[in-house]
């Protein structure tokens, strides 16, 4: 899920402190969902006695209101004896009729909560209900499970539902648990013509029942959670193609519910073929397509951003980063669902990260940029670590800057310390694999890779998944009778207080080109010594490939021993900052964006100002040159 304003949720769990894996194993701590709100946690832990197989749907549906009448059939069986199936309905729904194994039953209800009696193992329950809701019980902004807006640029009016975290039960009756996948469904949904309906799977049947209804039938054979069923209605138009996927040479639909509008169409196209580039990247990178029996398509909403249900998007538009983040979860998040929302990396991490692959192989000269922008959210959060903790805080589960930007970061760390772009995607293939239609948690991706890619994961797991913050680096060049680089780190979080990741340096050369060389880092202060032969001049870059989330706070060099003394003040800035040196040489003064592009070139003497006026705000880098000595440091525009 990906959205411009963030879905929140609420929901209950229990956890043991973390520390060392040694000393507390994550494996071992298999945490429950309980959702806080609507359910005791008794009620929740009795749900997980039974597992619902099968799924038929039959609903009239509307695309100018959120009133739905018809019924839902669930088949399933218990794992171990209770009394009861229980099931969540938003109680402004009125109950028209329950049927348990093909009788007619009686059935008690509380709130949300649905209890219907039951003695046999096996169990078929079908609720006929009918209503609209006002207001959501189970989610703040209300409403949230089947939402009717109208399209304000098109006038198209149109009716979605969007069930994530728990928000199924606001259309219809459901068990909501991640660890419960439904083996397949059959989908029925009654409409006005010339309406469309998309929904999950393979789209059976289109069937006119009287001239102004029309039914369609979607049927799914693929295991699926129950927050990634849906269906939108509105009077699109069915924009439809194949791609080829050579890894299993045969093609795939692509089937698109846009809005019926010429001028729509035409401007969005481009966009939409695209879509067939991504799967056949993503089918290479992560493996085959997860659903290739069925499709992959898009139906167009008020969504702020999109929904990955599974096989068939809930999206706003098509930009490219969108239509990419909404595909990847098919294989991160619907083939392999995270197995606890603590983990929701494993869905929006992954999802996230899929963007800058995308960008990486089929728009390059744009992936610097995209890499750099997770890196700059990310470092908006100086605490606070990737994996969710405190599950009683709605906006921390799906915050950008830490689940989906951070995550996204850290997975080009994990990237760079596997060292081998081929064993990296094999891993990742391995672990789709292996969790296939199922459901993990991090820990399960930790093992995984560990095993495929011979790594040992500890260090980067504590420190950059369970750990918090990132490192600042200040890094001293001293040339004498040697060279000698030091290192220092500090970090913006004081739990975790070093980032051991190995660090590159881009060194400049005397009189050769420049070189990187990668450092291990086992302390906050350390002193990397190397014969003058080599021609070391100074350190011009800190992580030149941006492989770590950091943040440099200065550079200095020195030969001879000579001390450098420099100011830059204010930062942040506005219109200008002032420059004190102790240098009696002039000296240059470079100034660029984080892309590298020098913006400011000019020649001063000891005290100087150096005027903003042009720049928009954002941060950017200084760098002042003396003689063979270099200072650069990062300012900050307001």
């Known amino acids: 899920m990906k959205f411009f304003l963030f879905i929140l949720f609420i929901f209950f769990n229990t956890y043991c402190s973390f520390g060392q894996f040694t000393t507390c194993s994550k494996s071992a701590n298999q945490l429950r969902n309980l959702k806080s709100a609507g359910l005791s946690n008794n009620s929740l832990i009795r749900m997980e006695k039974y597992d619902i197989s099968y799924l038929l749907m039959n609903l009239n549906v509307s695309n100018t209101s ?82 009717n807006k109208m399209e304000e640029n098109l006038q198209k009016k149109v009716t979605y539902t969007l069930s994530e975290p728990f928000s199924a039960s606001e259309w219809w009756p459901s068990k909501q648990s991640l660890n419960d996948k439904i083996d397949s469904a059959d989908l029925y949904f009654t409409t006005l013509y010339p309406n469309l309906v998309g929904s999950n799977g393979t789209l059976i049947e289109k069937k006119k029942l009287t001239d102004s209804l029309v039914q369609f039938h979607w049927k799914t054979n693929y295991p699926s959670t129950y927050y ?293 880092i086992t302390q906050n202060n350390m002193v990397f010594t190397f014969p003058n032969v080599l021609n070391i001049n100074y350190v011009k870059s800190v992580d030149p490939n941006n492989y770590i989330i950091n943040d440099v706070s200065s550079f200095l060099n020195m030969e001879d021993t000579m001390q450098v003394y420099i100011k830059v003040y204010p930062n942040p800035a506005n219109k200008e900052i002032s420059i004190v040196t102790k240098e009696t040489n002039s000296y240059i003064v470079n100034l660029y964006d984080l892309n590298g592009n020098i913006l400011k070139k000019e020649n001063h003497n000891s005290f100087s100002k150096i005027s903003l006026t042009d720049f928009k705000p954002g941060i950017y880098l200084i760098e002042i040159l003396s003689d063979n000595k270099k200072y650069t440091t990062k300012i900050i525009v307001e």
């Open 66 to 147: 959120t009133y739905i009448r018809g019924f839902v059939t669930q088949k399933g069986f218990f794992k171990t004896e209770i009394d009861s199936v229980l099931l969540e309905l938003h109680p402004e729904y009125t109950i028209d009729s329950i049927i348990l194994n093909k009788e007619k039953t009686k059935y008690s209800r509380e709130n949300q909560l649905l209890k219907i009696p039951n003695k046999s193992k096996n169990f078929e329950v079908s609720i006929y209900y009918h209503g609209s809701i006002k207001k959501s019980q189970l989610f703040f902004m209300g409403g949230s499970g089947i939402i």
């Open 228 to 520: 990634l069923f849906s269906f939108s209605v509105a009077p699109y138009l069915d924009f439809s193609f194949k791609t080829f996927i050579k890894e299993v040479n045969d093609s795939l639909l692509i089937q698109n519910y846009i809005y019926n509008d010429s001028n729509f169409l035409k401007k969005n196209i481009t966009n939409i073929k695209l879509t067939g580039d991504y799967l056949k990247l993503y089918s290479k990178k992560y493996g085959v397509y997860p659903f290739m029996n069925e499709k992959y398509g898009h139906c167009l909403s008020t969504i702020n951003g999109g929904m990955e249900h599974q096989t068939m998007t809930t999206i706003l538009n098509f930009d490219p980063y969108l239509v990419a983040h909404e595909l990847a979860h098919q294989w991160w998040g619907n083939h392999v669902t995270c197995g606890s929302f603590q983990d929701i990396w494993l869905n929006e991490g992954f999802a996230t990260y899929s963007e800058y692959i995308m960008y990486e192989n089929i728009f390059p000269n744009k992936k610097n940029i995209v890499l750099n922008s997770f890196h700059e959210r990310a470092k908006t959060q100086k605490t606070g670590s990737v994996w969710v903790l405190d599950t009683l805080s709605e906006s921390r589960i799906f915050s950008r800057e830490l689940s989906y930007d951070k995550g996204a970061s850290i997975i080009h760390t994990l990237r760079y310390i596997i060292n081998n772009d081929s064993l990296f995607f094999e891993g990742l293939k391995f672990f789709q694999n292996k969790y296939a239609h199922s459901f993990a948690r991090a820990i399960d991706f930790k093992n995984t890779i560990e095993t495929k890619c011979n790594v040992n994961l500890n260090d980067y797991f504590n420190q950059w998944y369970f750990g918090e913050g990132y490192p600042i680096y200040s890094v001293k060049t001293v040339i004498d009778d040697s060279t000698r680089i030091h290192v220092n780190q500090v970090t913006t979080s004081s739990k975790t207080s070093l980032f051991t990741t190995p660090l590159e340096l881009l060194l400049s050369r005397k009189n050769m080109t420049d070189t990187i060389l990668k450092f291990s």
